[in-house]
């Protein structure tokens, strides 16, 4: 049998995960040990409560992809729920979410650039800029040429390297707390409440996925495989994030940085290795984490525009240095996730998926806006026992479903009950 072109594009069960996995893991992973500082120990409860209020979210956004086959996108599951003012809503938010993830692609590349070289100045005629600010447009222009590519399938050859990376970052920072002399002694404190919202800000940055999840659910070839699709990607993400949590704060204490990478020795073998990696990551990752933004632009654009590659390529770069220009007013890595943890991700990640769902399948009906209803339907079964009304308000009372209370109606017309 031949093999339609939809279904060469859905994939399986296993590269789901993969997808999965690869959205979950991002640059929140070296925040993970600097937001452990700011809480202390027990802020570590939070990380796992917000993981699991993550994986319901996750999960709720799967029941409003079930509700309609044409619902393609986060902005198509707003729009379904409340129409077209819906959708914008949603698309400023999650374009606002990636656009700071992707200023903090750059943020993070500056960072690391400038540990490996912390004398570096860069000299254009009569101005001179520091290394930071030189690093973030370097690093700009190294990412440039990944603007001119929109093929998602050609970008996944090169982001699908975002799992393996984690992973050699979290082994090669305990391999230099063995081997760099560091060992582990930071002994931190129990709990912090001042650093307490820093370390939930910080630790929500890390589930800020859900934008992406109704793409890697529409590729999926046996959809309703999708719920231990995520079950894996949250358990096996949490577990990461957990290990470099623990391991970064045992080494380095209070002494953490924002970015557990820049506590490395450059001299060690394994802390190159990890900065190495690092700064492979947002060229990997930036016009990944752009391309939406961009097709969300390109979108409202007269149709004869919509496929211009010269127009693509304007945006996309108009699109790069304005991240760029956001790096160098605000350097500082924390206070990018920090901000985009609290605000966006919150929103996009936990409060979107429940208000789309309680409209979508309208849950809040039976907190008793349906029961005049209900008692209307009711009371038509059976005129005579006027005490139908007060029946199903007990009974919506306690959330006996309509099944149950016909049942029970059953039984009173049989002993005939009459109207007092």
């Known amino acids: 049998m031949a093999i339609t072109p ?22 929140g992973i070296l925040s993970i040990p600097y937001a452990l500082s700011s809480g202390g120990w027990l802020s570590l409860i939070l990380l796992f409560l917000i993981a699991t209020a993550a994986y319901f979210t996750s999960l709720l956004i799967r029941r409003c992809l079930d509700t309609n086959p044409h619902i393609r996108s986060y902005s198509d599951i707003a729009a379904h729920a409340f129409g077209s003012k819906g959708r ?40 001179t800029l520091d290394g930071r600010h030189s690093f973030v447009i370097l690093a700009g222009l190294i990412i440039w040429p990944s603007m001119w590519l929109s093929d998602l399938g050609v970008m996944s050859y090169v982001s699908a390297t975002g799992i393996l990376s984690s992973v050699i970052i979290v082994v090669c920072v305990f391999c230099a707390g063995v081997s760099g002399g560091a060992g582990f002694h930071g002994k931190g404190r129990l709990i912090n409440m001042q650093g307490m919202p820093t370390a939930l800000s910080l630790y929500t940055f890390c589930y800020g996925a859900h934008a992406m999840f109704p793409a890697i659910y529409n590729s999926m070839r046996k959809k309703d495989q999708f719920s231990m699709v995520l079950l894996i990607s949250f358990i096996l993400c949490t577990i990461n994030y957990f290990c470099m949590a623990l391991v970064g704060y045992l080494i380095y204490g209070q002494n953490v940085q924002s970015q557990v990478t820049l506590n490395l020795p450059v001299q060690e073998a394994s802390a190159k290795i990890a900065i190495y990696t690092i700064l492979a990551g947002p060229v990997a990752k930036y016009a990944l984490t752009i391309t939406p933004i961009a097709t969300a632009i390109e979108s409202c654009l007269p149709p004869k525009y919509q496929d211009s ?3 693509s390529i304007i945006i996309r770069t108009s699109l790069l240095i304005s991240t760029v220009l956001l790096a160098l007013l605000f350097p500082s890595f924390q206070s990018v996730t920090a901000l985009s943890g609290a605000v966006l991700v919150v929103s996009v990640s936990f409060l979107l998926p429940c208000i789309c769902y309680l409209k979508i399948f309208q849950v809040y009906r039976n907190w008793g806006v349906e029961l005049a209803d209900i008692s209307k339907r009711i009371s038509r079964v059976d005129d005579n026992h006027s005490n139908s009304i007060l029946i199903c308000n007990c009974f919506n009372r306690f959330n006996i479903n309509l099944p149950t209370f016909f049942w029970y109606k059953i039984k009173m017309a049989h002993f005939k009950l009459a109207e007092t």
């Open 6 to 27: 939809d279904e060469q594009k859905q994939v399986s069960f296993l590269k789901t995960c993969v997808n999965g996995i690869n959205a979950l893991s991002g640059i």
């Open 88 to 127: 914008v809503v949603a698309s400023v938010f999650t374009s606002l979410e990636l656009y700071l993830v992707a200023t903090g692609l750059l943020i993070m590349e500056e960072d690391n650039l400038h540990k490996l070289s912390p004398h570096f100045v860069l000299k254009l005629g009569s101005l």
């Open 309 to 311: 590659k010269p127009i």
